[in-house]
């Protein structure tokens, strides 16, 4: 064969490309080692590029999503591999290239989206592959397809001896026609989905070897770093570079649309060039906002008639008419998403193309942003997808790959570009922060019959008309059944930078409305599980999963001296609750143990989804104890992980994780078990204390 590409030593062939249902289905791949040589590499030509079989065997799985520790490049090979029955063992793979015509429209990740809306196409695509080099070893043998089995990578025929590997009938499977309408397996005969198969990132990020944004390398590449104004929707107002210039390694200092690059042979004269460079700023129109005056326009805000939400029968007048009503207001502040690899971009802008090489969500975003700084046509803009130390939905975001790609075309080399932690945390976007009124009331024997919540939100994404159904779900997606239900939605002040932050509006929202249904619990003296139980008579899933969980974590048995809460959540389309175990004792709060039970339909790999609700509850207990950012004077207060606080080992609660067995399609992971922790922490904290947690985070006053 003639070599085109090379994958780890093995000869790739154009030739050796599969077409699959509407397209190639077989992709020419470079390894994920070899980040900075992927420039000009030749993209698939057609869509569904997905497989490339060699001629050694080893099979690559091109994935056109990105991998940020939530498993996704094993997860969706799995399901590649599983409906090609191919040999786990000889599996590789690769990041796709920005490819509209191949993967769709809009490529990322995000939403914890990746297994839902690739379930279908993967099986389709393996599937038909497979079928595929069957029909090539039929021709071989002449035989009739259906004479011929599949397995562990080799075709087996009906005479003894008849064994063809893939790797020796993927020429012959390219020429023939691409069959439509391919039967994908019955889950019953599943060899890989539902088992826990070992990660394929593992060894490479324990030996080093995987090549995450930061380890990005471009031949004659130069380093950047950017000062920007310290308040919100300030500019440069001047700058003297001389002291900057003054600095060993420092190469230029070039203004950019955010405030002032200094670049250099390496990032850290880079950074003390940034520390000597002298700029002046026009602190604009926030210089004196703090976050009292923002919790003050909240109130403001939550005192006048919002836009509608969602609404049935006629929850104020429920309330009015009962005899115990309850009234309650519940805040959280702003969160930054504290990645552990930070924001950093490496591009290269010519005459005629532009190269990125990023740790991005979002790869189709990427392309966009490049594609207005340089005036290139997309087709001459390529993202080179790395795995990404931590997303959380600030990967989703395209400011730092603006920036870089802006110096770069300036600079007129590859610059690489890193965001110090300072930056990250100070810059943002944020999660927003967010004020709800609630109003809610109990009948005579004790049931809830009204539940009414005013959100005031800024908007996530967008600064137009309407409710921002994203700063309100998590209250008006609740599944309980409230004889009368109201919602509305007050947008406020967008001054501070916001975004989609790990499960999103669910991540505050939760806390809310499960906090406040455990306050309607104790109005009408109801155990907090039996009111949740009533309530969800008509949703089986979500009943199924706070029956798991009270069963597993023994609810009404907790040992002495220790205290239980419950909350659950129904988003990105799995169902989880979780019960919470705590103990408080000399005005320190200890989580002991967390119990999750997740309904998360078919599961492809239960060690990943595992993985992923430990670390959810990581995430999210870590914003319930020590989650906030405050702005005083038009700047954020924190700075680095000394005062934005992160979770320590010691205080990592025992997690027990169970999954409901389901033949339903594949719902999300990432974010299922981040938004349940903080109300279950805070609703165990009233059993212990009779004190009810109404804003995040958790603070020692709130225990004594």
Not at 123 to 142: D, E, F, H, N, V
Not at 477 to 492: C, G, I, S
Request: charged share 20%; with cysteine; net charge positive.
């Amino acid at each position: 064969m003639s070599t085109s590409s090379i994958f780890e030593g093995r000869a790739f062939h154009r030739r050796d490309l599969l077409r699959g249902a509407g397209g190639l289905l077989l992709a020419v791949a470079l390894p994920e080692h070899l980040p900075a040589q992927r420039t000009g590499v030749a993209r698939p030509v057609k869509p569904n590029a997905y497989i490339h079989i060699g001629a050694d065997d080893f099979v690559t799985f091109i994935i056109p999503k990105g991998e940020m520790g939530q498993g996704t490049v094993t997860s969706l090979a799995m399901i590649l591999a599983d409906e090609l029955d191919c040999d786990w063992t000889k599996v590789r793979t690769d990041f796709a290239p920005v490819d509209p015509a191949s993967y769709g429209p809009m490529q990322g990740v995000f939403g914890s989206t990746s297994i839902r809306t690739m379930w279908s196409p993967l099986r389709k695509a393996g599937a038909t592959a497979r079928m595929m080099l069957i029909q090539a070893a039929a021709q071989r043998w002449s035989v009739d397809p259906s004479q011929i089995r599949t397995e562990k990578g080799w075709a087996v025929g009906p005479s003894a001896g008849q064994r063809l590997s893939y790797g020796a009938l993927a020429d012959a499977a390219v020429q023939l026609p691409v069959p439509a309408n391919v039967p994908v397996k019955d889950r019953s005969t599943f060899t890989l989905i539902g088992t826990p198969a070992k990660r394929l990132d593992t060894r490479g990020k324990v030996s080093g070897a995987t090549k995450f944004g930061i380890d990005a390398q471009v031949p004659g590449m130069v380093y950047a770093v950017v000062v920007r104004c310290p308040v919100f929707g300030g500019k440069v107002a001047s700058f003297d570079a001389a002291k900057a210039k003054a600095v060993p390694g420092v190469k230029s200092v070039v203004p950019t649309s955010n405030g002032v690059a200094v670049i250099a042979d390496n990032t850290w004269s880079a950074m003390q060039g940034r520390r000597a460079l002298e700029v002046k700023w026009d602190e604009g129109t926030h210089a004196l906002l703090s976050s009292a005056a923002i919790r003050t326009s909240m109130i403001a805000l939550s005192e006048q008639p919002g836009m509608v939400a969602k609404t049935s029968g006629d929850a104020a007048g429920a309330i009015a008419g009962s005899s115990k009503s309850v009234e309650a207001v519940y805040e959280a502040p702003y969160l930054a998403h504290a990645c552990m690899e930070p924001l950093n971009c490496t591009a290269s802008v010519r005459a005629d193309a532009c190269d990125i090489w990023a740790s991005t969500q979002m790869q189709s975003g990427a392309r966009e942003t490049a594609v207005k700084i340089t005036g290139l046509k997309p087709e001459q803009v390529q993202v080179h997808s790395m795995y990404m130390g931590g997303g959380f939905g600030r990967r989703g975001g395209t400011d730092f790959i603006g920036e870089a790609v802006e110096i770069a075309k300036a600079a007129g080399v590859p610059v690489k570009l890193t965001w110090m932690r300072e930056d990250d945390i100070q810059n943002g976007p944020f999660r927003p922060a967010a004020y709800v009124k609630f109003g809610g009331a109990v009948d005579a024997d004790g049931w809830p019959v009204a539940f009414m919540a005013r959100v005031v939100c800024p908007s996530f994404f967008s600064r137009g008309a309407g409710v921002d159904g994203i700063a309100v779900e998590g209250v008006d997606t609740l599944e309980y059944r409230f004889p009368n239900f109201h919602v509305e939605h007050q947008k406020a002040d967008g001054a501070i930078p916001t975004s989609f932050w790990r499960s999103v509006g669910y991540s505050q929202n939760t806390f809310f409305a499960e906090c406040f249904l455990d306050e309607l619990a104790a109005a009408g003296n109801k155990d907090p599980l039996e009111l949740r139980r009533r309530l969800l008579a008509q949703s089986p899933r979500l009943l199924g999963v706070l029956n798991l969980a009270a069963e597993k974590a023994n609810w009404g048995k907790a040992p002495a001296g220790r205290f239980r809460g419950v909350a659950l959540v129904n988003n990105i389309g799995s169902y989880t609750a979780e019960i919470a175990e705590i103990s408080v004792e000399h005005g320190k709060l200890r989580v002991h143990r967390v119990v999750c039970a997740v309904d998360c339909g078919q599961v492809v790999n239960p060690a990943i989804v595992k993985q992923q609700i430990e670390s959810g509850i990581v995430y999210g207990l870590t914003a319930a104890l020590k989650g906030a950012i405050t702005i005083d004077k038009g700047r954020v207060q924190q700075a680095n992980f000394d005062t934005y606080d992160m979770l320590r080992i010691d205080e990592m609660p025992a997690i027990e994780v169970h999954i409901v067995p389901s033949t339903q399609e594949p719902g999300g992971i990432g974010e299922a078990s981040v938004p349940p922790i903080a109300p279950a922490v805070a609703n165990a904290l009233f059993a212990a204390t009779g004190k009810r947690i109404r804003s995040l985070p958790i603070r020692r006053t709130d225990l004594i």
